[in-house]
């Protein structure tokens, strides 16, 4: 099959389209025939060297995708042969073919293409996991996502509104931000013009965000708890402003709130399974009915590769950026 490969971390151009082996399902596992994978920041940050896969797992990137099911390993129920299926990875997704744990398959949900569903596999999780099942965000709560018009974040927006919190969103633009408001949020603040904390404050008679999707952590650390309503809770999904940062124990303790570090590629099976399926029971059914949609910015065939990655890094993407296969 063909896939991109990474000979050695670099920019953008350091990703090589090339000949490899094919993968082999083994027991509980299916191969995907892939349609589109997504790409994430995630991703980049493998190509640069700052994120390996776990040990055992594929070399390639790819953390998302969606295909037609070719093949079956020792064990699997509920799937077969040419099911059309999206899927969470560990990796692997920039390649024709992809093995996958039958526990992260998600069916094709009704009114989206086998292409688009490739969009949904990882944001889903992530948001479904984080703000949800970890931070419980409830209905009334504020939400507020800090890079509101990112992959995750217009989910996040979409499944906040959803719930009945009121978000918030951070972003860099006046077209990012009306974009996150014809998604359903209703703090907009940019965050280039503004002090998230103070704009928060104003919008929220000084309460403060319920719950914080963060993906900057060391560098907005000390704002966010800050920015924490009484009770609140912190989740820290990724370290674009740095990784170390003063932590004030005694705002947190007066707050009697929580910061909270997670990720999703190295859980174990299991959790990923219980992730998605939650996100089956609960998300699935929102996009069905047209509620909660993937938000897809721009397409790249899988060879151009390079130029997607360069997109995601000048960061003027609305939504997500996909790779697609022949």
Not at 210 to 230: E, F, P
Not at 248 to 264: D, F, Q, W
Request: aromatic letters at 4%; one cysteine or more.
């Amino acid at each position: 099959m063909k896939a991109i490969t990474l000979p050695a971390p670099g920019d953008a151009n350091a990703l090589v389209l090339a000949d490899v082996d094919a993968p082999e399902p083994g027991p509980g596992e299916v191969r995907l025939t892939v349609r589109a994978a997504g790409v994430n920041r995630a991703d980049v940050l493998q190509r640069k060297g700052f994120y390996d896969p776990p040990p055992g797992s594929s070399p390639y990137l790819g953390l998302e995708a969606s295909g037609t099911i070719d093949a079956l390993g020792d064990g699997v129920e509920g799937w077969q042969v040419g099911d059309e299926a999206c899927a969470l990875l560990v990796g692997g997704g920039y390649a024709e073919q992809v093995c996958v744990p039958a526990g992260q398959l998600l069916p094709i949900p009704a009114g989206v293409s086998l292409e688009d569903a490739a969009a949904l596999p990882e944001v889903v999780s992530t948001v479904w996991s984080n703000v949800f099942m970890t931070a419980a965000l409830m209905p009334g709560q504020t939400l507020l996502v800090h890079g509101g018009s990112s992959g995750i974040g217009t989910m996040a927006v979409q499944l906040g509104r959803e719930v009945g919190a009121r978000v918030a969103v951070t972003a860099g633009s006046a077209e990012k931000l009306e974009f996150c408001r014809e998604l359903g949020a209703e703090i907009l603040i940019n965050y280039k013009e503004a002090d998230f904390l103070e704009a928060l404050r104003a919008e929220t008679d000084g309460a403060g965000a319920d719950v914080i999707l963060d993906n900057m952590g060391a560098k907005y650390l000390a704002r966010n708890v800050d920015a924490l309503a009484t009770n609140g809770r912190l989740v820290v999904i990724g370290m674009q402003g740095g990784v170390k940062a003063e932590l004030n124990l005694g705002t947190l303790l007066m707050k009697r709130a929580a910061v909270i570090a997670t990720s999703l590629r190295a859980r174990p099976e299991e959790e990923k399974a219980a992730i998605v399926a939650a996100v089956r029971e609960h998300v699935w059914p929102l996009v069905e009915a047209g509620r909660v949609k993937p938000v897809i910015h721009s397409r790249y065939p899988l060879a151009d590769a390079a130029q997607a990655h360069a997109e995601m890094e000048a960061s003027t993407h609305l939504g997500k950026i996909l790779l697609t296969v022949d």
